[in-house]
């Protein structure tokens, strides 16, 4: 009975030294992995487990968890080399280094796994600078938005406003610019943008293009962002005159994508109704009463998306339209959360009666709407009016891209700010025409202030003119542009 015992206990240290799979004493490596650029777990990781040393390779993959979690079960003892795969990494244009693990005796092993950080990379991938990174990096990957394949030659630019303080109290500005041309994988990198503040960034190729993106940089300074191209515009093309192959190409690349989600109070996630959302001069749509939202007329490619609802801040964040995206949830801030109460004092011109309005209206030298015309035109904020009107548009005040007639418009930006009022110029050109408000000049005014200084209900009457029929009370000596009047009650 005691040399069968013996027997048994031997039998069994045999099968507990193989830990074959499913037996009782058989191992376990499990662990995270953890993304170091945003400080959170890693989902959708592939984590791969390969033996080392054996004659016949052992090879496992899971998955990681909506917490970056992973384990394998049922290991044999000896040594192990793990690594993992993600889209991030290929963004970053690094592969995972592989890590050594060693199972013995059937025991469970931690194995943490995660990108390098920001340190690590800003040091590795700007290490040609003779001074060593300075500032800010971004990098990704470009690549098409129908496709969803990467794209080499794209033309990636960043740009930021620099504010210097000089002797005396003087403020000058200029702007600071960095471009970078794709790799063969798609992968671009700007190194020593500014590591605070916000990034205007922008990618094309050939005629399509992203919208310029208003990106803020992380308090890290790396920022990882990968831009989907598409085209520019939205153009209808007839199916009658598509006679050439290139247009019935053009026009199956010109269309539309869906971006749908959901819009929802930060204070206590209630779901918001009657919110205004828009990308660029399409047409807006409003969310349902339970917060959820439908662009079926987005086009294609990384795009600026404004959301705007009445007692809330507005929003303006970099959106990828592509086909089969997931559904998006944006969370809005009430306004009396941003700002106290504040009180503004403008000195007024005379009595609206005494404008001059009417009689200018009578000329028919430029585009008047009154009081009714402009309610009828049921625009959400001021600056909405404008994106219906021939000859004006919202946009940045440098010349706009014209990617059709002028493929390498990327390269002739003149000066960066926030959006502003466009329009046509005399020479064909965008420029900022001079806006005045109640009789008083207001230079360099942005859309967002525009829309706080004279909200629709307030507006008595509206004058557009073009800068060869600007009144001669209003025109501004070699402006090349034109003029808009704003008339309050």
């Given at each position: 009975m005691r040399q069968m015992l013996v027997l048994n206990l031997a039998v069994a240290a045999l099968l507990a030294l193989r830990a074959e799979p499913g037996d009782a004493q058989a191992a376990r490596v499990h662990g995270v992995v953890h993304d170091s650029l945003v400080g959170a777990p890693m989902a959708g990781a592939w984590v791969q487990l390969v033996a080392v040393g054996r004659q016949s390779t052992m090879a496992r993959t899971v998955i990681s968890d909506s917490l970056g979690r992973f384990a394998f079960e049922g290991l044999a003892d000896g040594r192990y080399l793990i690594g993992f795969f993600h889209p991030v990494l290929d963004s970053l244009g690094i592969e995972a280094p592989l890590r050594q693990v060693a199972v013995r005796r059937g025991r469970s092993v931690q194995a943490l796994l995660g990108t390098p950080s920001a340190e690590r990379l800003r040091a590795a991938i700007c290490a040609s600078n003779a001074n060593g990174p300075t500032g800010g990096t971004v990098l990704g990957v470009v690549r098409d938005a129908l496709s969803r394949t990467a794209l080499s030659g794209a033309t990636v630019a960043g740009e930021w406003m620099e504010m210097t303080l000089r002797r005396g109290g003087a403020m000058t500005r200029r702007r600071g610019r960095l471009d970078a041309v794709t790799a063969e994988n798609g992968w671009y990198a700007l190194c020593d943008v500014p590591a605070r503040g916000t990034l205007f960034l922008h990618a094309a190729r050939e005629r399509d293009s992203t919208d310029v993106l208003e990106l803020p940089m992380p308090a890290s300074g790396f920022l990882r962002r990968?831009?989907?191209?598409?085209?520019?515009?939205?153009?209808?093309?007839?199916?009658?005159?598509?006679?050439?192959?290139?247009?019935?190409?053009?026009?199956?690349?010109?269309?539309?994508?869906?971006?749908?989600?959901?819009?929802?109070?930060?204070?206590?996630?209630?779901?918001?109704?009657?919110?205004?959302?828009?990308?660029?001069?399409?047409?807006?749509?409003?969310?349902?009463?339970?917060?959820?939202?439908?662009?079926?007329?987005?086009?294609?490619?990384?795009?600026?998306?404004?959301?705007?609802?009445?007692?809330?801040?507005?929003?303006?964040?970099?959106?990828?339209?592509?086909?089969?995206?997931?559904?998006?949830?944006?969370?809005?801030?009430?306004?009396?959360?941003?700002?106290?109460?504040?009180?503004?004092?403008?000195?007024?011109?005379?009595?609206?009666?005494?404008?001059?309005?009417?009689?200018?209206?009578?000329?028919?030298?430029?585009?008047?709407?009154?009081?009714?015309?402009?309610?009828?035109?049921?625009?959400?904020?001021?600056?909405?009016?404008?994106?219906?009107?021939?000859?004006?548009?919202?946009?940045?005040?440098?010349?706009?891209?014209?990617?059709?007639?002028?493929?390498?418009?990327?390269?002739?930006?003149?000066?960066?700010?926030?959006?502003?009022?466009?329009?046509?110029?005399?020479?064909?050109?965008?420029?900022?025409?001079?806006?005045?408000?109640?009789?008083?000049?207001?230079?360099?005014?942005?859309?967002?202030?525009?829309?706080?200084?004279?909200?629709?209900?307030r507006l008595f009457a509206i004058e557009v003119y073009s800068e060869a029929t600007v009144p001669p009370q209003y025109q501004r000596s070699r402006s090349g542009c034109g003029a808009i009047l704003f008339w309050t009650r």
């Open positions: 990968d831009l989907f191209i598409g085209p520019s515009r939205l153009v209808v093309i007839d199916d009658s005159a598509a006679e050439d192959s290139t247009l019935s190409v053009r026009r199956a690349r010109m269309g539309s994508a869906r971006l749908s989600g959901t819009i929802v109070s930060a204070n206590g996630g209630r779901p918001l109704t009657g919110v205004l959302l828009r990308i660029g001069d399409n047409p807006p749509v409003r969310t349902d009463d339970r917060g959820a939202f439908t662009l079926t007329e987005a086009p294609h490619g990384s795009r600026m998306l404004e959301v705007r609802a009445v007692g809330y801040a507005p929003l303006r964040l970099a959106v990828d339209v592509v086909n089969d995206a997931a559904p998006v949830t944006l969370m809005l801030t009430p306004s009396t959360m941003m700002l106290d109460t504040v009180r503004v004092v403008v000195a007024r011109a005379a009595d609206r009666r005494d404008s001059g309005f009417a009689e200018r209206r009578r000329s028919g030298a430029g585009t008047y709407l009154d009081a009714q015309q402009i309610a009828r035109r049921g625009a959400f904020a001021t600056s909405d009016i404008f994106r219906q009107l021939r000859g004006l548009r919202i946009g940045y005040d440098y010349d706009t891209l014209e990617t059709d007639a002028n493929p390498n418009a990327l390269s002739e930006m003149n000066q960066l700010s926030d959006r502003r009022v466009l329009m046509r110029g005399i020479s064909g050109n965008w420029c900022e025409p001079a806006l005045w408000f109640d009789g008083a000049l207001i230079p360099e005014l942005s859309v967002d202030a525009l829309d706080a200084w004279a909200p629709t209900a």
